[in-house]
């Protein structure tokens, strides 16, 4: 996939070019009490009902569901996150403000992971971008992707960038 094709299909995705967008989907879902409100569970029940594809403020977007092994539980979790992608390279990021989501710790103790993408199921491998590897790759994504950008130029902490590297098709 060339830069074009990449740049081209997060375009489609959405018109939301700031974090703070009132109509960005993590700004909908939270509960009266101020926490995410369970928004996962229906989300992967649709996407594996519809081979991959959602609607509400998902309908367009490309998703993924990501399976991690939790560091500290051994359990699997499923999370549906929007892949990025650097030419043929996909990539993770997340929009949690005051600390790395649970997946990106679940990567970085147990990269083995499973992708589903629209009607197939991967082995993969997550890499958690640090050090040189990942200043160099962060400085390509903060260039290429405003929303990330914007989202980098909010918060204290480096955006959590993971590399996912698509196997065999279960």
Do not use: C
């Not at 959405?14 to 101020?34: F, K, L, S, V």
């Not at 959602?54 to 998703?63: E, M, Q, R």
């Not at 990021?93 to 199921?121: C, G, M, Q």
Request: net charge negative; charged share 25%.
């Amino acid at each position: 996939m060339s830069n074009t094709e990449s740049t081209a299909r997060q375009q489609d995705q959405a018109d939301i070019t700031d974090y703070n967008d009132p109509n960005a989907p993590w700004n909908q879902a939270w509960d009266e009490e101020g926490s995410i409100a369970n928004w996962n569970d229906d989300v992967i029940t649709e996407f594996r009902n519809n081979s991959g594809k959602v609607g509400g403020a998902y309908a367009g977007g490309d998703l993924i569901l990501l399976t991690t092994t939790g560091a500290k539980s051994g359990k699997q979790h499923t999370t549906p996150l929007g892949p990025l992608y650097r030419d043929d390279t996909m990539y993770i990021s997340s929009f949690i403000e005051d600390k790395y989501p649970a997946w990106w710790y679940n990567i970085k103790a147990n990269p083995r992971v499973t992708v589903e993408l629209r009607d197939k199921t991967y082995q993969a491998t997550g890499k958690a971008l640090e050090g040189a590897e990942y200043d160099e790759f962060a400085a390509w994504v903060l260039a290429n992707n405003p929303l990330l950008a914007d989202f980098q130029s909010k918060i204290d902490r480096a955006v959590p960038l993971v590399v996912l590297t698509l196997d065999s098709e279960r």
